[in-house]
Each structure stands twice: as structure tokens, then as C-alpha cells.
């Protein structure tokens, strides 16, 4: 977490949220109580950024300070809102390529992906404030410094990206294995967005229900699946082949 500056202290969490810091984690004592802790708690909720309860012990690996409980680890990038990164794209004459991340958990696959969208033009990668991996050290350095290059914009609930997408005249289509149709039967030369889910459960159910597609990468050996990052970077390059 080396690329990420910590935030350490009640008070002092509180003070740089509300100075609107990009906080991109925080870490909380469990168990911890009093009225400072609890303000800090709801100030988190209402502004919708990511917990983890965590012992004590995980708090004094992070930092050796008094953290009193709590340890916050500001962003290295800022966010882009969505509505303004895809009126941008729309606007630029370009065919937009979105790439929609359903709560990834490792690191290392999120900084892969990255990489990867970078290297495909993709316009830009959308997240959900909760749930999902948060842009460290490793992510930069697994992204190659692409995390710096491509916007990444975060988003209540993937659904409401799903959503707006949709209604801006993009087309979504969701990376499952439960599709009848393989990646090379969708056409992805339109305005679209890949909607990849995360390591183990893959997309969320009820998100999986409202895309528009569905398509699914052919496997040919006895293992089922492939790591997320590697069929992400198969359905991006699809969507080059077929624009080129």
C-alpha cells in the first residue's frame, strides 16, 4: 500500500473527508465504541466509501501511529463522475468502449485489466464504491502505470451504471459463462460496454438480469474458467478485431 497515503486518527479521518479527500478505503477497529467513532462511522455510510473491521493488529501493520482505531487510505487517483465521462465520450465522435467491473476483489487482476483497457482504448472504467479492490501500490504497478492514464469512475451500485449506460445509448454486455452465445456472435462495433464480475461469483444475479447481451468465451481444455483478467483482455481484443 506504499502508493496510497494513510490517514490515521478519528478526528483526523473525519476532518479529510469532510475536505473531500478521495478516501478510497478505511479500516476500522472492530468492536470499537464512543460518539467520535460513531460519527466517523456515519460520515463513512452517507458518503458511501468502503469499511473493513479489521483487529487491532491489522491497524498497527499499517501504521505504527496512534491511529485510535481507525487507518484511511487516500486514493492516488481522482475519480471521474460517470455522467460527465460519458457525455465527453459520446460528444468526441468516437464509438465509446466502456469496461464495467462488478466488484473485484484482487488487486493484481484490477491493475491486469487496467493495463489492458488502456491498451485497447477503452473510455472508460467503472466501479462501485464498495466491495471491490482498492487502487494501491499494486495496483499501479501491476497496471504499469496505466491506472494514471485511463478515467475510472465510481458508482453507487454497478446496476445504476448498467442503467445509465443504457439509457445514453449504450449497449451492455455482460462476460458470463451462462450465455448461449460466444463473444464472437456479439457484435461490439457499436457504442458498448463488457461487463466483467468478480473472481468467484461472477456477476451479480440481479445485475446479470438487466444487460442487454450476454456472451461467454469458448473453453476447449477440462478447466472451466479462466482468471478474470485474462478473459477480460480476450473480449476487449474481440472488440478491436472487429473495429479495425
Do not use: W
Not at 491511529?67 to 459520446?90: C, K, R, Y
Not at 485497447?120 to 499494486?138: E, L, R
Not at 445514453?168 to 461487463?195: H, Y
Amino acid at each position: 500500500m506504499e502508493n496510497n497515503t494513510k490517514v490515521f486518527g478519528i478526528r483526523a479521518l473525519i476532518e479529510a473527508i469532510k475536505a473531500s479527500e478521495t478516501i478510497d478505503k478505511v479500516f476500522l477497529q472492530k468492536g470499537l465504541k464512543g460518539e467520535l467513532f460513531s460519527e466517523l462511522e456515519q460520515l463513512l455510510r452517507k458518503k458511501g466509501i468502503n469499511i473493513s473491521y479489521v483487529p487491532i493488529e491489522k491497524l498497527n501493520r499499517l501504521t505504527d501511529k496512534n491511529h485510535q482505531g481507525a487507518v484511511g487510505l487516500i486514493s492516488p487517483i481522482a475519480f471521474h463522475d460517470i455522467e460527465t465521462l460519458v457525455t465527453t465520450v459520446m460528444a468526441s465522435g468516437k464509438t465509446p468502449l466502456f469496461l464495467l467491473l462488478d466488484q473485484l476483489s484482487d488487486v493484481r487482476n484490477f491493475g491486469a485489466i487496467i493495463r489492458t483497457a488502456e491498451c485497447t482504448g477503452v473510455s472508460g472504467i467503472i466501479i462501485q464504491k464498495k466491495g471491490g479492490a482498492p487502487i494501491n501500490g499494486d495496483t499501479i504497478k501491476t497496471s504499469a502505470g496505466a491506472v494514471f492514464k485511463i478515467p475510472i469512475c465510481k458508482v453507487d451500485h454497478i446496476k445504476d451504471a448498467v442503467f445509465y449506460m443504457q439509457a445514453s445509448g449504450i449497449n451492455v454486455i455482460a462476460a458470463t459463462e451462462k450465455a448461449k452465445n460466444t463473444l464472437f456472435d456479439v457484435s461490439f462495433k457499436t457504442p458498448c460496454a463488457i461487463l466483467m464480475g468478480s473472481e468467484g461469483r461472477g456477476i451479480n444475479p440481479s445485475v446479470l438480469k438487466v444487460v442487454n447481451e450476454k456472451a461467454k468465451l469458448p473453453i476447449l481444455g477440462t478447466i472451466t474458467s479462466l482468471n478474470v483478467s485474462v478473459a477480460c483482455g480476450a473480449f476487449l481484443y474481440e472488440a478491436v478485431r472487429q473495429r479495425i
